[in-house]
């Protein structure tokens, strides 16, 4: 099978997206697939990737005014890849992000006469009101609601990371035939860490009680809370330190809060960390994984600290909820501060449960592995092709010879 993806966002800016689009990747090309990506250039930033083994054909993008980490693609440099595209005998399109990849993904796929997938990675009701403050919260959703109903409703066939998120949008409206696959994590490579190495490189003293939380330092996350409830954690473990790994338009206001709170001396920011040991190290480094955020479609990160023999201590709402389901691993708290603090405190303080927790997390993180999910998506992917062929035969209307002359 031959593949084509696009997307607004790419390593080497880390999210989640960019982690799923690899993942998947990898193991489509492993499995003795073809893919190639389109996704933007950041090396007028400085930003550089890795070579991966699959192909990556970085578009020239401008900076988005609501979020600079963020890229929109140039249609025209798009448009200049069409002769080589329809040269290619691409089987589908998958549209990995809501923007201008969106409808660039939509116009490649109509050209080239295939049919088009789209992930559904983000909740956007829960999301677009933070980076648009001047507008009231609820015209905000309403047009999040609209907007995503409108471009679900546009493709084929809809990838959705949770059941949860999948119920989202059937009460929006979306009639687009979908399924719930989740990302999956590589389970070599959270396999092993080294925590003491992350402490003695950040000089923390081996026997510090710490909590860490990864994740992009975005508004939608709820880091704040984590911040809050770090507060009643100290009133119990004063020398607590809780690590944040990651980077994000709310990391300024992010270490103000914590500051004002008095936690200056018992937070450490670290801006993003590699996928080269040094994140697995960073993991490995805590106690246990504190997350809080409301608005996850899945919450790869909880996977791969559990993968890892990491505690989760954590909310679960949406996504995570599932990525939790079975309580193995981890102590599921209330949306509430103290709670949460009660919780994470059980766990710095008791070694016996702290060491239960790391043996059901790894065996809980098994579940979900990469091989196994990509396999589901490949198949999913052939049904939809063969949905399309269906289509065309017995409505002729559908003519699948790619087009040169539409307009993005």
């Known amino acids: 099978m031959r593949i084509l993806m696009i997307s607004d966002v790419y390593f080497p800016r880390i999210t989640g997206v960019s982690t799923s689009i690899q ?7 492993a499995k003795g697939h073809e893919l190639t990506l389109i996704a933007p250039d950041y090396s007028a930033a400085g930003g550089e990737s890795a070579p991966e083994p699959f192909e990556v054909l970085r578009i020239p993008s401008r900076y988005l005014v609501i979020d600079p980490e963020d890229r929109m693609l140039r249609p025209r440099e798009i448009r200049r890849l069409d002769g080589m595209l329809a040269s290619r ?14 409808y660039l993904g939509l116009g490649i796929a109509k050209r080239l006469g295939v049919p088009v997938v789209e992930s559904y990675h983000t909740f956007f009701e829960q999301y677009l009101h933070h980076y648009v403050p001047f507008v009231p919260t609820a015209w905000m959703q309403r047009l999040a609601r609209d907007f995503s109903t409108a471009q679900c409703n546009a493709v084929d066939a809809l990838a959705v990371p949770s059941h949860a998120m999948l119920e989202v949008l059937k009460s929006y409206g979306v009639k687009t035939p979908a399924t719930v696959i989740p990302t999956g994590i590589e389970l070599v490579q959270f396999s092993q860490g080294d925590g003491a190495r992350f402490r003695n490189s950040r000089g923390i003293p081996p026997g510090r009680p710490v909590l860490v939380h990864v994740s992009r330092l975005a508004f939608e996350k709820n880091i704040d809370f984590i911040l809050r409830m770090l507060v009643r954690v100290k009133t119990q473990v004063p020398d607590v330190l809780l690590v944040i790994a990651g980077e994000g338009p709310a990391h300024r206001r992010l270490q103000t809060l914590a500051n004002h709170l008095g936690l200056a001396d018992n937070t450490l920011f670290t801006g993003y960390l590699e996928r080269d040991g040094s994140l ?3 993991y490995c480094a805590g106690a246990a994984f504190v997350f809080a955020s409301k608005t996850e479609t899945q919450g790869l990160v909880l996977l791969e600290a559990m993968a890892l023999g990491v505690p989760v201590v954590s909310t679960a709402v949406m996504g995570t909820k599932e990525v939790l389901a079975g309580g193995g691993g981890s102590l599921i708290a209330e949306d509430d501060e103290t709670d949460f603090a009660d919780k994470a405190v059980r766990v710095l303080t008791d070694p016996a449960l702290r060491a239960r927790l790391a043996v059901e997390a790894v065996e809980h993180a098994r579940s979900w592995s990469a091989p196994v999910l990509a396999e589901r998506m490949l198949q999913f992917y052939a049904q939809v092709i063969a949905r399309r062929v269906r289509n065309q035969a017995t409505d002729p209307a559908l003519d699948p010879t790619p087009k040169t002359d539409d307009v993005v």
């Open 23 to 29: 993942t998947f990747a990898r193991e489509f090309v």
């Open 89 to 102: 005998g691409y089987d589908l399109v998958h549209i990995q992000t809501p923007f201008f990849a969106h």
């Open 280 to 282: 697995e190290d960073c």
